[in-house]
Nanobody, 118 residues
Framework: QVQLVESGGGLVQAGGSLRLSCTAS??????MGWFRRAPGKEREFVAA????????YYTDSVEGRFTISRDNRKNTLYLQMNSLKPEDTAVYFC?????????????WGQGTQVTVSS
């Protein structure tokens, strides 16, 4: 049974940083990703990474501020978020495997709340 468990969310002031983690069990995934759902909005893609990190993908609004990485020995995916803005407030979801053509995934975590205050 596949499980994706996120952690690391919280409340932070604008300009601050947070690092999200997602630990996977029950499967090994070549490509993994992060999505988010802001209040009143649909879920949107944030970032994705391939197995060895040679390819990463970001949505334009986080490019240069967020960094996705992974530690395959620990089966863990990370999202380092810097220079956070109030518009980054959302529930962040880990997803795998990530389809780089359709920007969809099969398995999802339960989400972790990120709140950025102005």
């Amino acid at each position: 049974q596949v499980q994706l468990v996120e952690s690391g969310g919280g409340l932070v002031q604008a300009g601050g940083s947070l690092r999200l983690s997602c630990t996977a069990s029950g499967g090994t995934f070549y490509t993994m990703g992060w999505f988010r759902r802001a209040p009143g909005k649909e879920r949107e893609f944030v970032a994705a990474i391939t197995w060895n990190g040679d390819s990463t993908y970001y949505t334009d609004s986080v490019e240069g501020r967020f960094t996705i990485s992974r530690d395959n020995r620990k089966n863990t995916l990370y999202l380092q978020m810097n220079s956070l803005k109030p518009e980054d407030t959302a529930v962040y979801f880990c997803a795998a495997p990530f389809n780089v053509r359709t920007y969809t995934a099969t398995y999802w975590g339960q989400g972790t709340q990120v709140t950025v205050s102005s």
